[in-house]
């Protein structure tokens, strides 16, 4: 009775263990891009990068000044697609966000407060 009582508080243990360190690991693959950065556009109040892998590209905004949490946005576009768009209140990067552009010309924006970029159509 006892090894039952034991085993079955081992895998409650576990399993909680893993409930709660899995939402942090998940957060933090979303932080970022894979692939190779390609191309970083500064503006006044922050910066986006842009990075590629396997004709995907992936972009995120970032804030100068993190912290305060304000209005930012990164979208994506590639010609002929409508655009992929993270828009809201953060306090640190909007995004990632990605699309499929091939060999397609692709348009990246991104805001942070009132400070924002636009690539216009180029070929990464």
Not at 31 to 37: I, L, N
């Amino acid at each position: 009775m006892r090894r039952r009582v034991a085993l079955g508080l081992a895998v409650v243990t576990a399993s909680g263990v893993l409930a709660l360190a899995a939402p942090g690991s998940a957060q933090a693959a979303e932080t970022s891009c894979a692939g190779r950065k390609v191309r970083t556009l500064s503006f006044s109040t922050g910066s986006v990068q842009v990075y590629k892998r396997n004709g995907w590209i992936c972009a995120i905004t970032l804030a100068k000044r993190p912290g305060v949490e304000r209005y930012m946005m990164v979208s994506v576009q590639a010609r002929g697609l409508r655009a992929v768009v993270d828009e809201g209140m953060y306090s640190r990067l909007a995004g990632p966000r990605k699309t499929h552009a091939g060999q397609r010309k692709v348009r990246v924006k991104g805001a942070v407060g009132g400070g924002s970029v636009s690539s216009g159509w180029i070929r990464f």
